[in-house]
């Protein structure tokens, strides 16, 4: 099963594939869809959307796994913000009949690290051992994408947990 995490973010959209064989995981791709912040957000946004729809075509994921968005801003602006970045790659996800699932950031840092507020670095390192990596992922939107498909890896291994998270 190949498995696309998504990082959302107006700046940098993180992404990261892997493909699951059994108890194997490898890394097919990994990077960060940018936008610039100069732009208008009807620019902005269409960047992030067609960026992520080459990626999805390209990288043709049984899958994609979002960061669900955290409810308890301190400025709702940027969550207003994050809403429209959401929307777009869910746009695009769905517009190529890829499948979502959504994880609370607490939820992928556990499944990966096993401590839900595990710190960056923890992260980093998790990643790179898991999928056998000469180096730590960069950047770390990358990073966080690919803790998340990694996440929905280790549901592949429990169909209880799988069953029960649909």
Same mark, same amino acid.
């Given at each position: ?6 990082? =959302?973010?107006? !700046? ?12 194997? $995981? ?10 610039? %912040? ?6 902005? @946004? ?5 960026? $992520? ?7 043709? #994921?049984?899958?994609?796994?979002? /960061?669900?968005?955290? %409810?308890?801003?301190?400025? =709702? ?24 699932? /959504?994880? %609370? ?18 992260? !980093?390192?998790?990643? !790179? ?6 180096? =730590? #992922?960069? =950047? ?5 994408? @690919? ?20």
């Amino acid at each position: 099963m190949r498995i696309c995490g998504v990082d =959302p973010g107006l !700046q940098r959209t993180g992404y990261g594939v892997v493909e699951v064989d059994g108890s194997r $995981m490898a890394l097919v791709n990994a990077g960060v869809v940018r936008s610039l %912040s100069s732009a208008a957000l009807a620019e902005r @946004l269409r960047t992030i959307h067609a960026g $992520m729809i080459h990626v999805l075509q390209t990288s043709r #994921p049984d899958l994609a796994v979002f /960061e669900a968005l955290y %409810s308890h801003y301190t400025h =709702p602006e940027t969550a207003i913000l994050m809403g429209h970045v959401r929307g777009v790659l869910l746009l695009a996800a769905g517009a190529l009949g890829i499948p979502v699932a /959504e994880y %609370s950031a607490t939820h992928i840092k556990k499944a990966v690290t096993g401590r839900g507020h595990a710190t960056k670095p923890q992260i !980093q390192r998790m990643v !790179q051992m898991l999928l056998n990596l000469p180096a =730590p #992922p960069e =950047p770390d939107d990358a990073t966080d994408a @690919l803790a998340g498909a990694i996440a929905y890896a280790h549901t592949l291994r429990a169909p209880a947990l799988q069953a029960a998270l649909q």
